[in-house]
């Protein structure tokens, strides 16, 4: 038995490796950065994915693991459409959050020569990278079992393991469109009925390490392929976009409506201002020495996102469902919270400095959030702690409550301590001591005298109603 892998040299392409085999099975695997990136997954190695495949009329079965609900079912890994940006979870197969990903059947109906099986992701960050073992089956085995679980060696049921992959590059958290090609040199991989897929996260340091699968083909040698359709959401077929130029033209921030057309009229009257001023405040508000904050970033209404917003990279998604009931509320805010996580742009750190540090997601959320609530809109008080939530006051608590800390320390002891905390995050050198030298206090002796600063307020408060 032999095996090796194809030398492959792309915009950034990756080496991958497999195990021994009996014949000579090649892994292709091409990587591009999402500014390089084109909506047809397009690829100088790696075939462009077909809406005809062999998997097209396949069955695909989640033998193992759960889907994410914040994704799409195992149907968008057949349709024959691809994403059209980098963080497009309704458009993407993911397992949940947290979990170390799970095992897909792709059940072909019958044994067919089998060309090549292909694999397409994109995602800003960890979600990019593809790591799986790839086994196949007649289905006639001795012993066959069609449905392994997780931890039980499909080679000792009746499955023949063809290819390893694993595209994560050796630095930083390989963020970009990535193509998979396995191949055999001698023209076919063999004739097979069933397919499975070993899917393993990409990281662990957090719950988002699930690779955004795209599109998985099954090429046979017989078909000729038809390049895939770019999915398109609106129905009418026009794309809605506003774009928003701010300091001149040195930010241009995309505003798109095009799943959304109702929220278009509101995008361009009412958010669009909004955006125009603040990003360029964020940018002041949250620098660091040498760094740039992205001049060209996209918010994107998505029909079927749920919740809120989520924002990778310079992409925030919002959903629609959620903005559509608050438009007269906690829309515009909301928007203004996600631009401040572009602006943080986090990960800058672990792309560049291995060794960097992992700040808190309550600080990394407490920032945005003191923000909007305390210089956006103060107004709203809409992070106010008052005696209904004086009980999950916790400094770490995140969100509204982790604003409401970091105001109280910005006027009562620094006023400079979000810039402060900001820059060290984003260089990846934040840690607890940060406080003391900026304070004078520990980070538990700050959140206890801003807790016994509420609850003499709050109990000033009431005894000021009692005697009226």
């Not at 089998?114 to 086994?135: A, M």
């Not at 992409?315 to 919270?337: D, L, P, S, Y």
């Not at 910005?410 to 810039?419: E, G, L, N, Y």
Request: glycine residues 8%; charged residues 25%; hydrophobic residues 35%.
């Amino acid at each position: 038995m032999r095996f090796r892998v194809l030398p492959i040299v792309s915009v950034c392409a990756v080496l991958v490796c497999a195990a021994t085999l009996r014949a000579e099975v090649r892994v292709a695997v091409d990587h591009r950065r999402s500014e390089s990136a084109s909506a047809g997954f397009e690829f100088p190695n790696v075939p462009a994915p077909s809406q005809n495949d062999a998997a097209t009329k396949a069955t695909f079965l989640l033998v193992d693991g759960q889907r994410d609900r914040n994704g799409g079912n195992l149907d968008v890994l057949h349709d024959g459409k691809v994403a059209t940006e980098e963080d497009q979870p309704g458009a993407n197969f993911f397992f949940n959050a947290g979990a170390d990903g799970g095992r897909i059947i792709v059940d072909l109906s019958q044994a067919i020569d089998i060309k090549q099986v292909n694999t397409y992701s994109w995602h800003p960050g960890s979600r990019g990278p593809q790591v799986y073992d790839l086994y196949a089956a007649e289905g006639s085995e001795e012993g066959f079992d069609s449905q392994p679980k997780k931890g039980v060696d499909p080679q000792t049921r009746g499955w023949k393991r063809l290819a390893r992959v694993d595209t994560r590059p050796k630095q930083g958290a390989g963020g970009g469109q990535y193509g998979v090609s396995i191949s055999e040199s001698g023209g076919t991989l063999g004739k097979y009925r069933y397919l499975l897929f070993d899917v393993s996260r990409t990281e662990a340091d957090d719950p988002f390490g699930n690779t955004f699968y795209n599109e998985i083909d099954v090429v046979d040698p017989h078909t000729p392929p038809v390049p895939v359709t770019v999915a398109t959401a609106a129905s009418d077929g026009e794309i809605r976009r506003e774009i928003v130029e701010a300091e001149g033209s040195k930010y241009q921030i995309t505003i798109d409506t095009t799943e959304t057309p109702d929220l278009t009229e509101w995008a361009k009257t009412e958010l669009a201002p909004v955006v125009r001023q603040w990003y360029p405040k964020l940018v002041k508000m949250l620098p660091s020495e040498g760094y740039e904050a992205p001049t060209r970033v996209s918010i994107t209404f998505s029909a079927s996102m749920r919740g809120v917003a989520a924002t990778g990279g310079t992409r925030v998604r919002c959903a629609a469902a959620w903005f559509r009931q608050n438009v007269r509320g906690e829309a515009k805010g909301a928007i203004v919270h996600e631009l401040a996580h572009v602006v943080q742009n986090y990960g800058l750190a672990r792309r560049n400095n291995p060794d960097a540090t992992r700040s808190p997601g309550w600080l990394v959320e407490g920032i945005c959030d003191y923000i909007r609530w305390f210089l956006y809109e103060p107004h709203t008080r809409g992070a106010e702690i008052t005696s209904r939530n004086i009980a999950r006051a916790r400094y770490d608590a995140s969100y509204r409550i982790s604003g409401n800390f970091l105001n109280w320390v910005t006027h009562t002891c620094d006023k400079s301590i979000v810039m402060k905390l900001n820059a060290a995050a984003r260089e990846g050198k934040y840690n607890e001591d940060l406080w003391k030298t900026a304070t004078g206090r520990t980070l538990q002796e700050l959140g206890d005298e801003w807790k016994a600063y509420l609850e003499k307020k709050i109990a000033e408060e009431a005894e000021a109603m009692s005697q009226k």
